[in-house]
Nanobody
Framework: QVQLVESGGGLVQAGGSLRLSCVAS????????MGWFRQAPGKEREFVAA????????YYADSVKGRFTISRDNAKNTVYLQLNSLKPEDTAVYYC???????????????????WGQGTQVTVSS
């Protein structure tokens, strides 16, 4: 069992930055790919970014490419999402997710993850 706890959300003006963190419990974190998803009011949950178990590969949705950066620190059981140049359309609840196993590529882009956090709200004002 893996528990994920996100933090770092908040209210920020357009053009601002936030850093989200997701701390995972359990010793299997280093063998899990990690992803960030988001869900805006009235919309379906969508993929934002993912990182392989080793951190050697990262993947981004086109809408955030060049603005967001995903990273991980396996020694701290933590995955991060740096959000820069935020736009009002980035407003959503952001979820951290873990996919157990050595997955890469397109396998990380869908929401077929094993564990999910409770989410953290990001609100970007114009």
């Amino acid at each position: 069992q893996v528990q994920l706890v996100e933090s770092g959300g908040g209210l920020v003006q357009a053009g601002g930055s936030l850093r989200l963190s997701c701390v995972a419990s359990g010793r299997t974190f280093s063998s899990a790919a990690m992803g960030w998803f988001r869900q805006a009011p009235g919309k379906e949950r969508e993929f934002v970014a993912a990182i392989t178990w080793s951190g050697s590969r990262t993947y981004y949705a086109d809408s955030v490419k060049g603005r967001f950066t995903i990273s991980r620190d396996n020694a701290k059981n933590t995955v991060y999402l740096q959000l820069n140049s935020l736009k009002p359309e980035d407003t959503a609840v952001y979820y951290c997710a873990a996919k157990m196993g050595y997955y890469t590529g397109s396998q990380l882009l869908s929401d077929q993850y094993n564990y999910w956090g409770q989410g953290t709200q990001v609100t970007v004002s114009s």
